[in-house]
């Protein structure tokens, strides 16, 4: 028997599956990749989706944020990265 008890934040459907997902350093934001190919920027404590982007269109299968840098990769070994601007909210590449 399987008993299910969620204390869940919140939820937010993306494009497609949810391949990986990370904190920004200071656990404000949270970035996500899908098969899809489009990488997210969602606010932690709402979902509240602030950024999208789909630099390929090959699934995206990791991300990883390390201070401003936001950098992903697909199938194809592309390598992409953004840099996140936490004054204005924008993350650019």
């Known amino acids: 028997m399987f008993i299910l008890l969620s204390n869940v934040l919140w939820r937010r459907k993306l494009d497609d599956w949810v391949y990986d997902v990370c904190f920004s350093p200071n656990g404000s934001h949270i970035a996500a990749v899908t098969l899809k190919g489009s990488v997210y920027i969602l606010k ?26 936001v950098t992903t990769g697909d199938e194809e070994g592309i390598i992409y990265i953004y840099m996140w601007f936490e004054n204005s909210g924008k993350l650019e590449n």
């Open 44 to 69: 932690a404590g709402s979902g509240e989706i602030l950024f999208k982007d789909r630099p390929s269109f090959k699934p995206l299968k990791s991300i990883i944020w390390h201070g401003n840098y």
